[in-house]
């Protein structure tokens, strides 16, 4: 990773306070969020399962409106988009990889692939032959042509990985990424998430609990009960 005191931020979170449900019902889920994403790094999210995470990665692409707070993105303020813009804004800097993978049943796997850039008004033969060569990178080029019912569970997140990485986004957004993937296959994926947070033009935010793949952030962001309550540099073997 880049100097991030050097490197601007990619994203810039402050005061970010979230709360569903209202009364007697309302939980608020995120207290006071402040935090600095930078170019050119990759940031793991860590914590509990139901203390925010998966809320703060919606909040800061734009998904989720916030009840309180500031959060910018790429020198965009999110809060002063309206909705239309900020969905166009989403679409041309942003990738995510859920945990939910949302295929799209009755297209080929190349065909979901490609998606995002058909959106982006990209002919579809160009847009086919750059979703076959991610499919390539994830190691899938021989399932192209295959529906996602004919796919195993982890081909379908390579495959949904694939989709969000195509359209070369400057912020990758990752919930999971290696929930359904075997050791070799999660360590190929993080590979690759690993050398799009290199670019010094771009950075990788990803939630995680899995311990194996912790050696390949920058920095880990510890989230609890709503707060960031630590954020510390990643030390990896032969590293001072």
Do not use: W
């Amino acid at each position: 990773m880049m100097d991030s005191q050097t490197q601007p931020a990619a994203v810039r979170a402050r005061g970010i306070v979230k709360s569903f449900g209202t009364g007697d019902t309302q939980v608020t889920v995120l207290r006071g969020i402040d935090l600095d994403i930078y170019l050119g790094e990759m940031l793991l999210l860590v914590g509990e399962s139901g203390g925010g995470k998966t809320t703060l990665l919606s909040a800061i692409a734009g998904i989720l409106d916030i009840d309180e707070g500031d959060i910018n993105v790429l020198g965009v303020p999110l809060s002063g988009l309206p909705t239309g813009k900020r969905t166009t804004f989403r679409g041309q800097t942003m990738g995510f990889i859920y945990q939910q993978f949302n295929l799209l049943p009755a297209l080929t796997a190349a065909e979901n692939v490609a998606v995002p850039l058909l959106i982006q008004k990209i002919g579809r033969s160009d847009a086919l032959e750059r979703a076959q060569r991610m499919l390539d990178r994830v190691g899938l080029n021989d399932r192209a042509e295959f529906l996602p019912k004919n796919l195993s569970v982890g081909q379908q997140q390579r495959v949904a990985i694939a989709r969000a990485l195509v359209n070369e986004p400057r912020l990758l957004i990752c919930d999971e990424p290696t929930a359904a993937l075997d050791g070799p296959n999660g360590q190929k994926i993080m590979e690759i998430l690993r050398e799009v947070g290199r670019s010094p033009s771009r950075c990788v935010i990803v939630v995680t609990h899995d311990s194996r793949i912790f050696h390949f952030g920058d920095r880990m962001a510890h989230l609890t009960d709503g707060r960031i309550v630590s954020i510390e540099p990643i030390v990896r073997e032969g590293t001072a």
